[in-house]
């Protein structure tokens, strides 16, 4: 379980209201409160809040340039729920509001037009469950 029970709302290009992008590390920490830092690679310091739930990446300046977030929690735009469901129903949601994903990669659909990506372990699969949204700032 996350620690949180409120769903995150994507805001598309800016980030979610407890995290904007181009905002500062200590900010954050200072807004959601516990945390534990880790590498994901030589270099890369990453924050985790509610045991995992939201990752938040920095650059160089530790400015807010990456937010990831799980499936323990629910994620919203516009009233659509991003994660924990199948990717089919996600993406037929997403079309209903005229938006498709426009990068194919392995394990994600990106939607560049709202800075979001579905990250599912088999993007082939419309029934497999949305596992992460990661959000960056659009362009």
């Not at 945390?35 to 310091?45: D, L, Y």
């Not at 005229?98 to 419309?126: C, H, M, N, Q």
């Amino acid at each position: 379980m996350s620690g949180r029970s409120e769903p995150f709302e994507v805001l598309p290009g800016e980030g979610i209201s407890e995290a904007r992008f181009g905002e500062s590390r200590s900010v954050h920490r200072e807004r959601l409160g516990n945390h534990v830092a880790f590498e994901r690679f030589p270099g890369s310091v990453l924050d985790s809040y509610y045991d995992m739930t939201l990752i938040l990446a920095y650059d160089a300046n530790n400015r807010l340039i990456e937010i990831d977030i799980s499936d323990s929690i629910e994620v919203l735009w516009r009233g659509i729920s991003l994660v924990g469901r199948p990717l089919g129903e996600v993406l037929n949601e997403l079309a209903n509001e005229g938006f498709r994903p426009d990068v194919f990669e392995l394990e994600s659909l990106k939607f560049s037009e709202l800075g979001l990506s579905l990250y599912t372990p088999a993007v082939e699969e419309l029934e497999e469950d949305v596992k992460h949204v990661i959000l960056e700032p659009r362009g």
